[in-house]
């Protein structure tokens, strides 16, 4: 177990946690991330190291509730323990001494790029920090900043502090500013990467970007987190999560980054009206004096809030006679070419490929691929979905 030793509240849904973990702090650089969840039953969170303490042997992370698991985590007091905190993962950031480097945080993105000032700092580096928040009462770590910076400024949408508008507002006079800047790094939600990597295109200044995708091991073995990189398939897991925010193909990280938006909108809603029933019983729950303690109710014996499966909705109509008997055959690298290269051999289906696996693959009576997978998901349920074409836009697989 893992005990948080600091937790501190930075705004309605942003917190910290400063974690004792000695092995994970040892081995810390800027750059690094750690799995973290909460008990067994628990989901998989990536959390970006925010600063780390070798002496202490503590790690920091600061975490934005937006679904169910992290708002389970921010209710955790100082003092709980979580049973899992798994790092440090990734690729350490290679920094090296600039002239002038730009680093820039947005939101939560402030975090992590943190512990990459503090080291460009000491390598020497002349530093121009910029960080930004949608108002004032937001804002955090303004004082670590100034501390590590040569120049610092601030953003606020609503222009309660520092500049008004997004931090590109910003980093667009700095660019103006300064024609010797040569490196700059840019952490915070995919719309602001992209579009400070847009700023910096035309000058051809180096910017790196790390980026946040969805995951679920951590260590390159579900492939949810890919990532098209110069047109080649990355995985931000053991990849990244650094890479040139110049080859990145953004349009497509967000777009798969909404693939679980219906889950995780259903689960959140379980969770809230879970939490409601349980406000309604009075503070702190039942009376004890009207209900004795082993009868009192939990969250797991509230009745569940019914939410759509995808697994048990209608299935496409097809005529089994027109459904390939085989499996679709996975378009791969020629093998006179792939035997001189590290690329993926495997090239993805195109969307009327998968379409046709889908239709294929939903006719199986007994799947095994549930009870076969690690974590146990619900693979006839998205291939259902799939069928149905229930996403956003066409695609390739």
Not at 20 to 45: L, N, S, Y
Not at 302 to 310: K, N
């Amino acid at each position: 177990m893992y005990q948080i030793v600091k937790r501190e509240q930075f705004g309605p849904v942003t917190f910290l946690w400063e974690v004792v973990a000695p092995d994970v702090a040892k081995a810390c650089q800027p750059g690094h991330f750690v799995m973290v969840r909460m008990d067994e039953t628990g989901e998989r969170i990536p959390l970006t190291v925010a600063d780390f303490n070798r002496k202490k042997g503590t790690v920091t992370v600061v975490v934005q509730a937006v679904g169910k698991t992290t708002f389970q985590m921010m209710a955790l007091p100082e003092g709980s323990a979580i049973l899992d905190f798994i790092g440090p993962l990734g690729v350490a950031s290679h920094l090296e001494k600039q002239n002038k480097v730009v680093l820039v945080g947005g939101g939560l993105g402030v975090a992590p790029v943190f512990p990459q000032l503090r080291l460009h700092k000491e390598l020497g580096s002349y530093t121009i920090s910029i960080i930004g928040f949608r108002n004032k009462d937001l804002m955090f770590w303004a004082d670590q900043f100034g501390k590590f910076s040569d120049e610092f400024r601030v953003a606020t949408d609503d222009g309660s502090f520092g500049t008004k508008g997004f931090v590109t507002v910003v980093l667009d006079q700095v660019l103006k500013e300064n024609k010797d800047i040569t490196e700059v790094i840019a952490i915070g939600p995919l719309p602001m990467m992209k579009a400070c990597a847009e700023l910096t295109r035309p000058y051809g200044i180096r910017t790196m970007v790390s980026l946040n995708s969805i995951m679920v091991d951590g260590t390159g073995m579900c492939g949810s987190c890919r990532v098209t990189v110069g047109g080649k398939v990355k995985f931000a897991c053991v990849d990244g999560p650094d890479f040139d925010g110049h080859l990145v193909s953004f349009d497509e990280l967000m777009l798969r980054q909404k693939r679980f938006e219906c889950e995780e909108q259903s689960c959140l809603k379980r969770y809230e009206e879970e939490r409601r029933r349980l406000a309604e019983l009075g503070p702190g729950g039942p009376n004890p004096a009207i209900v004795p303690a082993r009868k009192r109710p939990h969250i797991e014996d509230l009745p569940a809030v019914p939410t759509p499966d995808v697994s048990t909705a209608p299935k496409p109509a097809k005529n089994i006679k027109t459904i390939a008997p085989k499996r679709t055959a996975m378009p791969e690298q020629d093998p006179q070419v792939r035997n001189k290269n590290f690329e993926e051999v495997a090239q993805g289906y195109t969307l009327d490929m998968a379409l046709a696996e889908a239709d294929r693959c939903l006719q199986c009576k007994k799947p095994k691929c549930v009870p076969g997978c690690p974590v146990e998901i619900d693979i006839p349920g998205f291939i259902g979905a799939l069928a149905r074409r229930t996403f956003r836009n066409p695609i390739e697989f």
